[in-house]
Nanobody
Framework: QVQLVESGGGLVQAGGSLRLSCAASGRTFSSYTVGWFRQAPGKEREFVAAMRSSNGNTYYANSVKGRFTISRDNAKNTVYLQMISLKPEDTAVYYC??????????????????WGKGTQVTVSS
């Protein structure tokens, strides 16, 4: 079992940067697939980024590719989402997620067993 807590959200102007953190407690998730999703008001939860533990491959939504970077620090049991060149359309609650199955379809939220409560990111114009 893994418990996840996001942090690092806040208010930033367009063009700014934020780094989100997702700290895992309990059992280490070094072998877990990890991902980030976001949900804006009135919209469905959407995939943002993910990383497989097995090979370190990363995956990004087209809307964030080139601007967001997912990484993990297994020693700290933490996954990060570095966000640069933020746009107002990036405004959403951001959630981290993890799953013990290595080959899940990483962009599908329903495939993840463990979720944080989310952290708000607001990008002003």
């Amino acid at each position: 079992q893994v418990q996840l807590v996001e942090s690092g959200g806040g208010l930033v102007q367009a063009g700014g940067s934020l780094r989100l953190s997702c700290a895992a407690s309990g059992r280490t998730f070094s072998s877990y697939t990890v991902g980030w999703f976001r949900q804006a008001p009135g919209k469905e939860r959407e995939f943002v980024a993910a990383m497989r533990s097995s090979n370190g491959n990363t995956y990004y939504a087209n809307s964030v590719k080139g601007r967001f970077t997912i990484s993990r620090d297994n020693a700290k049991n933490t996954v990060y989402l570095q966000m640069i060149s933020l746009k107002p359309e990036d405004t959403a609650v951001y959630y981290c997620a993890a799953d013990s199955v290595s080959n899940i379809l990483v962009s599908v939220a329903a495939k993840y067993d463990y979720w944080g409560k989310g952290t708000q990111v607001t990008v002003s114009s």
